[in-house]
Every structure is written in C-alpha cells, then in structure tokens.
C-alpha cells in the first residue's frame, strides 16, 4: 500500500502532500514522474497557459483522524457529532 509523501514545489518551495490516492491515480494514467508543482502552483500555471479546467477547484478542510490522530483534509466541513477518517483508516473501515 502506498502512503503519502511531501515534497517540494520547485517553483514556490512550499511542501505538499502527494497522497497515497494521487500516486495511484498518476500510475492508473501512465505517469512516471512526480508532480514538481504544488496545486497552487499548477492552477496558476494552467491559467497562464490558458489551459482550462471543467472542474472547480474542490475546497478542502483540514481534519484530525478520529481513529490515528493523523492531520488530514477532507472535501466537507466536519461536524463535531461524526467522526472523521484519514484515507487509509477510512479505507479500513469501508473494506471491513
């Protein structure tokens, strides 16, 4: 299983996570490279190329794990009254 890795934007220098789900996504695609920009940095340089996305950017929350206690983001705003899991615990406890 693959897990999350941080690496460095080579044009603004802030680290990023390619999470274990993105690496499977850009080997599903064919990709042998790791991206070298960070989200941030690859929307903007897609503007300036004039490259246009179908999708809106999905705005992200940050999250604590309610099983691990790994910091994480998740694509809705917790509530107090629900946990929340970090991908590979919520993984887990879907597969069960």
Do not use: W
């Not at 690496?7 to 690496?23: H, M, N, P, R, T």
């Not at 599903?28 to 929307?43: D, H, I, L, V, Y």
């Not at 929350?61 to 917790?78: D, S």
């Amino acid at each position: 299983m693959k897990e999350d890795k941080t690496l460095v934007c080579k044009e603004c220098g802030k680290e990023f996570v390619f999470s274990a789900s993105e690496q499977e996504f850009y080997e599903s695609k064919g990709f042998t490279n790791e991206p070298g920009r960070c989200p941030a940095c690859r929307q903007a340089r897609k503007q300036r190329l004039g490259i246009v996305s179908e999708r809106p950017e999905r705005q992200m929350y940050p999250a604590v794990c309610a099983e691990c206690g790994k910091e994480t983001e998740v694509p809705f705003k917790p509530s107090e009254d629900r946990p929340v899991y970090c991908r590979d615990c919520y993984n887990a406890h879907h597969r069960k």
